[in-house]
Structures are given as structure tokens and as C-alpha cells.
């Protein structure tokens, strides 16, 4: 039998026997090798992974969204990796699972994945909020 990643004992871990599903979405947006996030990496899938690893951030489907969205405006060619964000949310629309499974992982004996954290500064964090003169941004 073939050993499984890290990536895939934490989505067993969390999901049961059919993982399969949310392994092939995580494989393909996480970087889980720290030596090629750099600080202030716009890339989506470096902000993306930093948006999972980091605790601080609460509302991290939001975040994803405003990522998403973000791209979408700018044009970014990445369409393939934003369909796969969109299909993961599709799957787990708050991220309940996806971050069991990120807590999961970082738990793992891995020591790499601890280096993940801090490394993206997110450019794009905001929420949106309603006011007596309707909707704003505000940065969290």
C-alpha cells in the first residue's frame, strides 16, 4: 500500500474514507513547501494558503471571497486555480471541514508546515460592513 502525504492523513483524519474529494481541491491550492512563499507574494494560491494557516483571521471565506473577487478584477489569469477555490467553497462554504483540516495538519510531525505561518503579508483584507449610508469596506 502507498504511504499517504501529510495533506492526505489530515483530510482522512477529518473527513472519514470519502477525503478524496477535499485532498484534490487542498492539493491543488496549498503550498506546502515554505521554501517558495516569499514575503508579499501576490500569487493567489501563496495568499490562499496563508489565509488557511493563519489563526488570526476568523472569517477566512470571506477573505477567500475578497481574494477571488479581487482576482477576477485584475484580470489575473489563474482562472483554473479560482475555480478550484470557488469549487472547494462550493463543498464547505463556511470552511469548517477546511480548517479541521488545516488544524489537523499542522499538527502532523511535519516540522515544515509551521514554517508557513507569517510568511504572505494578505494585501486585500477587507470585509465589508453596512453604515447609514450603505455598504463600506473596512480592513480587518
Keep these: ?59 477566512k471565506s470571506h477573505i477567500i471571497c475578497e481574494l477571488i473577487d479581487y482576482m477576477d478584477m485584475n484580470k489575473v489569469d489563474k482562472k483554473n486555480e479560482l475555480n478550484i477555490a470557488r469549487k472547494l467553497l462550493d463543498l464547505d462554504p463556511v470552511l469548517n471541514k477546511t480548517n479541521k483540516i488545516i488544524t489537523t495538519l499542522k499538527k502532523l510531525p511535519d516540522p515544515d508546515y509551521s514554517k508557513l505561518m507569517k510568511k504572505v503579508a494578505i494585501k486585500y483584507q477587507t470585509q465589508l460592513y453596512y453604515n447609514m449610508e450603505g455598504y463600506g469596506k473596512r480592513r480587518i
Design 1 to 59: 500500500m502507498e504511504e499517504k502525504t501529510q495533506l492526505e492523513e489530515a483530510c482522512y483524519i477529518v473527513i472519514g474514507e470519502k477525503y478524496n474529494e477535499y485532498y484534490s481541491l487542498l492539493s491543488k491550492l496549498l503550498i506546502l513547501n515554505p521554501g517558495i512563499i516569499k514575503n508579499n507574494d501576490p500569487r493567489f494560491l501563496a495568499q490562499f494558503t496563508m489565509v488557511l494557516f493563519d489563526d488570526e483571521i476568523k472569517d
